[in-house]
């Protein structure tokens, strides 16, 4: 029976496969499913890889995170190279990482709290209370107190799911009503106490606080948020679509995108303007077909999944005019603002784009027409566009010429595909991201305050 066969490659069999399926053979199977193009995209990748870690992590026996830290990036260096240009499997590893060291740091400050330099609490003059040790859980460490003023004190870099509307964590405080049951003044058989009067040796730190936590548990739950971000970052951006269309406007939009589709629907729930959606050929034009007007193809390659097919632009009472690419300039001139998605954004505030729009993007510019690019965090990657080639991927030719047309491309040396390019940072105007509105200008904050300096370069 059909419902009886597996499913094809991709991301739903990585995923079943995930539950019973060893380690090191997942491992592999992602690696073989990203090679081969079985899954590709933003979020199809960073879902995948972020799946493949929390495994990871569960499984990996290390009595200290930094036994986790290098078993992660080993991991993480072969999913990289199975594919160099999703930029968003480097980033996942990265978070990942940096919620590693936050704990580890966690740990260390929590196991020596301020001490003398011979390991035991300063003696307190006759007749006054010690100061409580500071909970772990509410210290800052230098890099957070200089570097990401964002971060709050929950042991691990503050994730953006928090934005969904759960009220953040708030540093433990100890109350002067409770300072006789605090630890330090606590009197337990076969320990002295700090403050005991004639005392002359006092507590030593290990048993003053002693972490008791599995650190691998506060790693899950962090993997476990990164995860719910993926799942909701497009309705967060798209939360923003009231402040950034106005009615009666003129959007020019390219290709297809999950993210635009929602912004777009959501200013609609308010706002009537008209969508102008450029049909992006050869490599996404059916898959616009599908989105503008709700009709599906039969294409595997170009056909929406459940998740992405929500409701055709024209059932949600937006005008749409669906042109080919070799009419963008001249429809240029009717527009208000050019919405593009971004599949990653480079530290400098390049974007890495569907093949065509950085055609759209010199047009807006020419007829000085704002650029806004959606981009959700996980797709801000701290890596620098030294060589603007290395971010072009290419794709299956024969959707430029077929295989039958071959003998009309006799001396040619190549034919190429491109599915991606690089558009400069020039060339854009804003960023919607899921904290909102972010300029240009101070896009290489945002980016670099997703990650640890320490795991930049994996």
């Given at each position: 029976m059909a419902s009886d066969l597996p499913p094809p490659p991709g991301l739903a069999s990585f995923r079943a496969l995930l539950p019973s399926g060893p380690v090191e053979k997942s491992i592999e199977y992602l690696i073989s499913l990203l090679r081969r193009r079985?899954?590709?995209?933003?979020?199809?990748?960073?879902?995948?890889?972020?799946?493949?870690?929390?495994?990871?992590?569960?499984?990996?026996r290390a009595s200290e995170p930094g036994k986790l830290i290098t078993r992660v990036q080993e991991v993480g260096k072969k999913l990289v190279d199975a594919a160099p240009r999703e930029l968003t499997v480097g980033n996942i590893v990265r978070r990942v990482l940096g919620a590693i060291r936050e704990e580890e740091e966690n740990r260390d400050n929590g196991s020596t709290p301020d001490t003398t330099p011979g390991g035991s609490i300063p003696p307190t003059p006759?007749?006054?209370?010690?100061?409580?040790?500071?909970?772990?859980?509410?210290?800052?460490?230098?890099?957070?107190?200089?570097?990401?003023?964002?971060?709050?004190?929950t042991g691990r870099p503050v994730l953006l799911s928090q934005q969904t509307g759960q009220p953040p964590l708030r540093p433990q405080v100890t109350s002067m009503f409770s300072i006789i049951s605090h630890p330090t003044m606590r009197h337990s058989s076969g320990v002295s106490s700090p403050i005991r009067s004639g005392s002359s040796t006092p507590m030593a730190t290990s048993q003053v606080l002693q972490p008791t936590t599995d650190f691998r548990a506060e790693i899950l739950e962090a993997i476990t948020e990164i995860v719910d971000e993926l799942d909701q970052a497009d309705e967060l951006v798209a939360g923003?679509?009231?402040?950034?269309?106005?009615?009666?406007?003129?959007?020019?939009?390219?290709?297809?995108?999950?993210?635009?589709?929602?912004?777009?629907?959501?200013a609609a729930s308010k706002r009537k303007f008209t969508v102008i959606q450029a049909e992006s050929y050869p490599n996404s034009h059916k898959r616009t077909h599908a989105t503008t007007m709700g009709v599906k193809t039969t294409d595997d390659e170009d056909e929406l999944d459940s998740d992405a097919f929500q409701k055709p632009l024209i059932a949600a009472g937006i005008t749409v005019l669906l042109i080919p690419d070799s009419a963008i300039f001249a429809l240029m001139s009717r527009a208000n603002k050019v919405i593009i998605a971004a599949n990653s954004v480079l530290s400098n505030g390049s974007v890495v784009a569907a093949a065509g729009s950085k055609a759209l993007v010199k047009a807006a510019r020419f007829h000085r027409v704002p650029v806004i690019v959606l981009a959700e965090t996980y797709k801000l990657s701290p890596l620098y566009p030294y060589d603007p080639f290395e971010y072009v991927d290419y794709g299956d030719v024969q959707k430029v010429v077929e295989w039958q047309d071959r003998e009309m491309i006799t001396g040619l040396s190549a034919v190429r595909n491109p599915v991606s390019e690089l558009v400069e940072v020039e060339d854009v105007d804003l960023f919607v991201t899921n904290l909102g509105g972010v300029s240009k200008g101070f896009m290489y904050r945002v980016v670099r305050d997703q990650y640890r300096d320490e795991d930049l370069e994996l």
């Open positions: 079985q899954i590709r995209g933003p979020k199809e990748c960073a879902l995948a890889t972020a799946w493949l870690l929390r495994k990871v992590v569960s499984t990996t006759a007749g006054e209370l010690p100061a409580p040790p500071i909970p772990a859980s509410a210290m800052y460490s230098s890099r957070d107190a200089s570097h990401s003023p964002a971060r709050h004190n923003y679509a009231l402040e950034h269309i106005a009615p009666s406007e003129t959007v020019f939009t390219y290709s297809t995108s999950t993210v635009v589709q929602r912004f777009l629907l959501k």
